[in-house]
């Protein structure tokens, strides 16, 4: 027998680390399902655990997983100007044909006109509010503010402690780090980065990163996937 019948909800964590203990945390507070165990690429992990969960291994596990029953995953791998192994993780749940899981701690705030795409994590105190979309894979880290009318694109991360006023764009794979703040109606390109505690008063290029307050050029990256901003697509929630 595997180990969930069909109506049960069963996921495995990809990634382990830090980040994964709070996703962990974050899953099991909001009872949004079972979780069979977290697949790391780090062998020095496997066998191990991670807040009572187990590390069962490489992610060559997957499919072994899916036959016993688990239906979901969710990505347990933060980022910081990198979002390739996010994305990477995300897309092999996705091919091994389970459900990305959407996840809200009870302690943040969502509105119930936002849209939260597929695969996102909403962490403690974290406020998505009215007329928000957010795209799939995306954080929102503890504390985090997205005000009304945001879009947010694919495999972002809103730090902890950032803030996004109203109506801002964030790219696909961009970042805000922590207690950054974006004055309302910009856009954060794709790819971009805001530093830690930077003040952003004018629209952010793509592939950049911005530091300091205000906000300035430090220095431009190099792009690791296509240019040009998309919408976000896929809902489950």
């Not at 203990?21 to 066998?47: C, F, H, P, T, Y």
């Not at 928000?132 to 005000?147: D, M, Q, S």
Request: glycine share 14%.
């Amino acid at each position: 027998m595997g180990v969930g019948s069909e109506k049960e909800s069963v996921c495995v964590i990809l990634g382990g680390g830090g980040h994964a203990r709070v996703l962990i945390d974050s899953v099991q507070m909001s009872e949004a399902a079972k979780i069979r165990g977290v697949l790391d690429s780090e062998r020095a992990l496997w066998g191990k655990e991670l807040l009572g969960v187990p590390i069962l291994g490489g992610d060559d596990l997957i499919s072994d997983l899916v036959k016993e029953g688990v239906n979901l995953f969710v990505v347990g791998v933060g980022s910081v100007g990198k979002s390739d192994i996010r994305r990477r993780l995300y897309a092999l749940g996705l091919d091994h044909g389970l459900t990305p899981l959407t996840v809200c701690h009870p302690s943040a705030v969502r509105s119930a006109s936002a849209q939260i795409g597929a695969g996102s994590v909403l962490y403690p105190t974290a406020v998505v509010n009215a007329g928000v979309v957010l795209g799939v894979n995306v954080i929102v880290n503890t504390g985090a503010i997205v005000e009304h009318d945001c879009i947010i694109g694919d495999h972002v991360h809103i730090a902890t402690g950032a803030r996004l006023s109203g109506a801002v764009r964030v790219g696909n794979d961009a970042h805000v780090g922590v207690g950054a703040t974006v004055r309302q109606g910009l856009s954060i390109g794709e790819g971009a980065i805001v530093g830690a505690g930077a003040v952003v008063v004018k629209n952010v290029e793509p592939w950049t990163v911005v530091v300091g307050v205000p906000a300035r050029v430090m220095k431009r990256r190099k792009a690791d996937v296509p240019l040009g901003f998309s919408e976000p697509k896929k809902r489950l929630v």
